[in-house]
């Protein structure tokens, strides 16, 4: 196999970047608070939006994701975290992005903030610029990427990317190894010495009192880009009201979250490190009672319904899932198992069937019904009937 190199650099010119080149125009935040894993599962377990969140412009509950656009920046940090894909915003779109970056070996990609040459692509924040993305333009052929804008991050209102584009190049590496990987040149002593001023610039400022503002804003400069690191929430703010409530939810609505089927699009162009593919499958076991709930609820359509008047079931598709968890979680027999994806072909394999129970006609009322085992020749309710009926009868007898 040939080995590809992908180098990250860090470049600060004089001349500002024009607009008109720009995929950058409004910073409109959309959520689609129908896809939220907290919403579906009825239970607060995803914070990655909030954790992510340096301004505070999101409020989680298990009834609606409510932004409070006065705060928001339009950074679009929420986006890459968000495991079930709810998020979009007005400046930027993954796949145009991708699109723009096409037949070229090599990428300048500018920040809101950033001054530069004229040549490259604007987007809002470099927190837009995820693994996958990284990785599926590595698919297509960029060798080098040319980062502008991160000597603004210390000052910015959308907070500091440093630690994110680190944490990229570190998944990077563990995905495709040091040596055809994606590598940091140069640009290393910079992000050490911005990182080090940070962490002095932190420590004199803890001595002082700080405003919530200011807190809020170090807290997001700590976070690493990943969904599975948490800060506390913001306090509760009057100024966040809940659009609607969970009734009005519809938890059979699913999407594929674009930045995961973008990646999986390119899955078999990357050389990836055995067992480091970015993966796990589902099964269901035996204890599954057919209730469908992971079917239902599953944001992505990973897992979806498969229901005729033969039976009911459960397919899988590998390449749509973001690993959320929320099917577990969900499931009231822990019937769905999760397994470490282990080669490209398990990710590109069409959508299949992993659980199917047909139909049967109960023997006492005629009724459809998914019987449990394959002796069950009584619907549930017959069957308690019967039970109770039992019961009673020996209970008589005695």
């Avoid at 992510?52 to 509950?61: D, E, F, I, Q, Y």
């Avoid at 589902?282 to 897992?303: F, K, S, V, Y």
Wanted: proline share 4%.
């Amino acid at each position: 196999m040939v080995k590809h190199h992908l180098s990250v650099e860090l470049i600060e010119n004089t001349k500002e970047y024009p607009d008109e080149d720009s995929l950058s125009g409004g910073t409109a935040l959309s959520i689609d608070d129908e896809l939220c894993l907290n919403l579906r599962g009825r239970t607060l377990s995803c914070k990655a939006c909030t954790s992510l969140c340096v301004a505070g412009a999101l409020k989680l509950s298990e009834d609606a994701v409510v932004l409070n656009a006065d705060k928001c920046t339009g950074c679009g940090a929420c986006l890459p975290s968000c495991p079930a894909g709810a998020f979009s915003i007005s400046s930027f779109s993954p796949s145009c992005f991708l699109d723009e970056l096409k037949g070229h070996g090599e990428a300048h990609i500018h920040c809101s903030a950033s001054t530069g040459t004229a040549e490259g692509i604007t987007i809002p924040c470099l927190h837009l610029l995820d693994a996958r993305l990284a990785a599926v333009a590595f698919a297509g052929g960029i060798r080098v990427f040319h980062l502008h804008g991160l000597r603004h991050c210390e000052q910015c209102d959308k907070g500091n990317a440093i630690n994110h584009i680190m944490a990229t190049q570190n998944r990077l590496m563990q995905w495709f190894g040091v040596d055809s990987a994606p590598q940091m040149i140069a640009s290393t002593a910079l992000l050490t010495e911005q990182l080090e001023e940070h962490h002095q610039h932190e420590r004199h400022e803890e001595k002082d009192q700080m405003s919530r503002r200011q807190f809020l804003h170090r807290a997001g400069l700590r976070v690493v880009a990943s969904a599975n690191l948490y800060s506390t929430l913001p306090e509760e703010d009057d100024t966040l009201q809940a659009p609607h409530g969970f009734t009005q939810v519809n938890i059979e609505h699913q999407r594929p979250a674009e930045y995961q089927s973008l990646v999986a699009e390119a899955v078999a162009e990357l050389p990836w490190i055995l067992n480091e593919i970015p993966w796990h499958g589902r099964a269901i076991n035996d204890e599954c009672n057919a209730c469908l709930a992971c079917g239902q609820r599953c944001p992505t359509g990973a897992l979806q319904v498969e229901q005729s008047d033969a039976g009911r079931g459960i397919s899988f598709e590998t390449g749509l899932c973001t690993d959320c968890g929320l099917c577990a979680q969900v499931c009231p027999m822990n019937a769905v198992k999760r397994y470490k994806i282990k080669n490209v072909a398990e990710v590109i394999a069409p959508r299949s069937v992993v659980m199917y129970r047909h139909n049967s006609t109960c023997q006492h009322c005629a009724e459809t019904f998914v019987p449990q085992t394959a002796e069950e020749q009584l619907c549930p309710a017959c069957n308690n009937e019967q039970t109770l009926k039992s019961e009673w009868l020996a209970q008589w007898a005695h």
